[in-house]
């Protein structure tokens, strides 16, 4: 039973992982192509280069929540001491730059709407 949910947990770490890279890859395919047709050809892109900013920073972000819960599942199967410490530092590097990444977004989104 044990081994079993050890391969399920290495099967999930796996999905996770690369449904992360996915959502980073997509994103950033996406926030390129954005900027190409509406920017390289335009002197005035602004407002479009922030919201290729935005967008890009949104598929960061939640590429990086998978990323944390690909580690604590990765983690959850019999954790030594040293396991526990590298996951509380992978999460907390990840999670403060979620954090400023979230807070450049929301800087950017009241830009925009002021002006």
């Known amino acids: 039973m044990q081994e079993m949910i050890v391969t399920l947990a290495h ?58 819960g690909a580690d604590i599942v990765k983690s959850a199967i019999s954790p030594t001491w040293q396991d526990l410490g590298k996951l509380a530092a992978i999460v907390a590097i990840r999670s403060v730059i979620n954090f400023l ?6 800087e950017t989104e009241k830009e925009v709407l002021t002006g």
């Open 101 to 106: 990444l979230l807070w450049e977004m929301k």
């Open 11 to 68: 099967y999930a770490t796996l999905f996770l992982e690369s449904l992360a890279v996915l959502i980073i890859v997509c994103g950033s395919v996406r926030a390129l192509y954005l900027y190409v047709s509406h920017c390289a050809f335009s002197r005035r892109c602004l407002n479009e280069f922030t919201q290729t900013r935005l967008r890009l920073g949104h598929s960061l972000s939640l590429g990086l929540e998978f990323l944390i």
